[in-house]
């Protein structure tokens, strides 16, 4: 995949998360989406169901998407500083604070 390509698919992808943090939390980019939503899915095929996460929920169908399309690319997506576009993010292995949120203990 050549860069512009790259760049406009990791924005699509960041926008995509940023629906998600919308949905359930009613804040375009709630701080955390950049672990939350990669984990969220990871839970999701790891289970085969819907993961609830605020008021909404990420789907199994979300999550298969979103992660074949982070596969490809070879990264998630977080916010700039800036707030303006979304850059590669990396977010595995997951951390203490993440697996905890997600009911689990860190190995």
Known sequence: MDD???TA???LLGGAMSAISEECWSAGWISGT???IPGL????????RTQ???RWSVTLEQAR?????AEQ??????????GVR???????????EVLAAFGHHAV
């Open 4 to 6: 512009a390509t790259r």
């Open 9 to 11: 698919v990791l924005q």
């Open 34 to 36: 950049e672990d939350a």
């Open 41 to 48: 899915c990871h839970r999701a095929l790891e289970s085969g």
């Open 52 to 54: 609830h996460w605020g």
């Open 65 to 69: 998407g979103l992660t074949f399309v």
């Open 73 to 82: 690319l070879g990264c998630w997506a977080d916010l700039d500083d800036g």
């Open 86 to 96: 979304f850059v590669a993010h990396h977010p595995f292995p997951l951390t203490a």
